[in-house]
């Protein structure tokens, strides 16, 4: 049983998917990845996830990160089942899907949950850092479909507040104002944040989105 945490290394491993033999590690490079599982092959909620990822390529891409499906059917069902997806979802998947026949990815990673289901994964999102760190972990159970706008939000978030001393508020999108860290002082504040700040309490300290790095 995996025992993954928030900001631990994310277990790198070989594995067999649909665009043949793929190391996470070198698959993600320096940029930044999302690893996502599914219950199974053909079935109606998977089918419109991996769809909606599909369609989300280009926003995968602004945000230079690598998609990467795993499910413990083998190849061959995965590329039988593409052709549906692709059908089905007016789309065209073209990012890898893992055939975890073996469960050692799963494993790895704890997407199986015995109390829900002993053999199949549920729906595990884990979101990997540059550094190869895991900067986020959600787990969805199989009749939830997960709403990929918002790990787009996530990636946003985690992606500023990587390289920006900022927190990212409730319901917060990429543009709204930030907080600024509880570590920085209100001198450091005026140069780190030229746009100006405003104190509606001493802990809570509002900044216009920063510009990017
Ligand atoms: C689905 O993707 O629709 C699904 C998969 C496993 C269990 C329940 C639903």
Same mark, same amino acid.
């Given at each position: 049983?995996?025992?993954?945490?928030?900001?631990?290394? =994310?277990?790198?491993? @070989?594995? #067999? *998917?649909?665009?043949?033999? +793929?190391?996470?590690? $070198?698959?993600?490079?320096?940029?930044?990845? &999302?690893?996502?599982?599914?219950?199974?092959?053909?079935?109606?909620?998977?089918?419109?996830?991996?769809?909606?990822? /599909?369609?989300?390529?280009?926003?995968?891409?602004?945000?230079? *990160?690598?998609?990467? =499906?795993?499910?413990?059917?083998?190849?061959?069902?995965?590329?039988?089942?593409?052709?549906?997806?692709? #059908?089905?979802?007016?789309?065209?998947?073209?990012?890898? &899907?893992?055939? @975890?026949?073996?469960?050692?990815?799963?494993?790895?990673?704890? !997407? +199986?949950?015995?109390?829900?289901?002993?053999?199949? *994964?549920?729906?595990?999102? %884990? +979101? +990997?850092?540059?550094?190869?760190? &895991?900067?986020? !972990? &959600?787990? %969805?159970?199989?009749?939830?479909?997960?709403?990929? $706008?918002?790990?787009?939000?996530?990636? $946003?978030?985690?992606?500023? *507040?990587?390289?920006?001393?900022? /927190?990212?508020?409730?319901?917060?999108?990429?543009?709204?104002?930030?907080?600024?860290?509880?570590?920085?002082?209100?001198? $450091? /504040?005026?140069?780190?944040?030229?746009?100006?700040?405003?104190?509606?309490?001493? %802990?809570?300290? !509002?900044?216009?989105?920063?510009?990017?790095?």
């Amino acid at each position: 049983m995996s025992d993954l945490k928030l900001g631990d290394k =994310a277990p790198n491993f @070989d594995a #067999e *998917t649909t665009k043949g033999t +793929i190391n996470l590690y $070198d698959y993600l490079g320096d940029g930044w990845g &999302i690893l996502f599982s599914h219950p199974s092959d053909y079935t109606p909620v998977c089918t419109t996830e991996l769809g909606t990822v /599909a369609k989300y390529k280009d926003e995968f891409k602004k945000r230079n *990160t690598k998609v990467l =499906a795993l499910s413990v059917d083998g190849v061959a069902s995965h590329k039988g089942w593409i052709d549906d997806i692709n #059908e089905t979802q007016n789309t065209k998947v073209d990012y890898p &899907i893992i055939a @975890d026949e073996d469960k050692k990815v799963s494993e790895l990673y704890g !997407m +199986i949950h015995p109390n829900a289901d002993n053999t199949l *994964t549920v729906r595990s999102v %884990y +979101i +990997i850092g540059p550094d190869k760190t &895991i900067k986020l !972990m &959600i787990t %969805y159970p199989a009749s939830t479909g997960r709403n990929f $706008d918002e790990l787009l939000r996530v990636i $946003d978030s985690l992606q500023l *507040t990587a390289y920006q001393k900022v /927190a990212t508020p409730a319901n917060w999108k990429k543009g709204d104002d930030v907080v600024i860290s509880p570590s920085v002082s209100n001198e $450091d /504040a005026k140069k780190l944040f030229p746009k100006g700040f405003r104190e509606v309490k001493p %802990y809570l300290r !509002m900044t216009p989105h920063p510009d990017s790095k």
